[in-house]
């Protein structure tokens, strides 16, 4: 067993360990996040952001932030996307932003005449300052976190050493879900999405970081087992993460994280030789296996239940009138405020604040129609920076094999989740870094 391995299995334990300290409530919550920022600062600092220890720090940030949600341990709710933007910006103190990377600066910079017009547009009894923080804090940290990342070389071997700091705490987060839903029968009595399986916090948010944990351990099945033990082990986190995902009853996590897993299968396919791609075939043959036990197990603790949950159906069999838990009228009522507003839109947060007001609801779920409507002729601009930037990098990074499977976390999540989470933000700028080949080239699966 190498260092690196016993290092692996080091962390796996401590926070398992850290998932039970967590049950004790928010003081063992709040400690924790405190100590990690302290932490990761500390390292940042004292290495001079030598190796990028900042985009590690992130990753874990980003991994962590629904485990702090769940446990009471933010000491502010938009805690994960402050965080992610200060160590970057530690990071970028020391190693500075890309000279090329202008379409994130034109990216920030549009999203300035939304929050003017929003000064104008929202209510007097509104707190103007928080909100405004509140609802334009996930555009900042992935136009931060592109800057940061844009063109950054980081070998192959570092990207998944990153991937293991984001994963590590989603570990904790579904080790936490265990102990504190122990009996699964009595909590699942509908097709909703379900709170008590969530550890009593918001489904969505819970599913999107879980699908994002099976995406994680899945790919460290495929290229970071290089021995049967570690294979297994990853094998048991990833099944354990999956069964998890899909009984929080919100979709939005597990297909996304499905999704992204066969992309990467894909393009890394396309880049094997004749033997490894027998060793894909394999591999993608056992892991369907994986799948179908994980859903004929999920379908019997929840007795049926999450088979109609995805037919679209209540408990009683009888298909619902949304397929898309009504997401699609807020979605409906943002196109028509942009639609009457295209030019600045009607400004950061009136969105959410016109819902309210007319009994619609509050938040929007899509960050597409939420950036059409609050900024108008502006937010096309930007989603066409985000969306058409990455493809054109992508023409000289092609051993990015990773990059589109960001991409489509990204994508996907903020049309369920819109940006309540640090983790698109990030990811997104996960897939502009320029990944700089191993020694070892991945025309083969290399595992003992």
Known sequence: MTAEDKNYYKLLIIHAGLAVAMLAGGIASKIYAVSFLVYWTYVIVNSRNQNNEALYAAGYIVGAEVLLRMTGGNLLYELGKYSVVFVLLIGTYYKGFSKNGSPYWIFLLLLIPGIIVATQTLGHDVEMRKTIAFNISGPVCLGVSALYCYMRPITQKQIYELLKYIGLPILSITIYLIFKTPDLRESITSTGSNYATSGGFGPNQVSTILGLGVFIFFSRIVFCSPGKIMLIVNLLITANIAFRTLITFSRGGMITGIAMICVMMAIVY????????????????????????????????????????????????????????????????????????????????RGAEMRILSGMGGLSHNEVTRMLAEHGAFGILGLAILFITPLILYLDNRHHFLMFSFLIFWFMTINHAAMRLAAPAFIYGLAVLKIIPDAKETNSLHRQ
């Open 270 to 349: 396309m880049r094997l030789n004749s033997a490894g791609r027998w060793k894909l075939n394999f591999m993608t043959v056992c892991a369907v296996g994986m799948a179908i036990g994980i859903w004929l197990y999920s379908t019997d603790v929840t007795g049926g239940l999450i088979e109609k949950r995805y037919q679209n159906q209540d408990a009683a069999g009888r298909v619902k009138e949304s397929n898309f838990s009504g997401r699609e009228e807020l979605a409906a009522t943002e196109i028509e405020d942009f639609l009457e507003n295209p030019i600045f839109g009607i400004g950061v947060a």
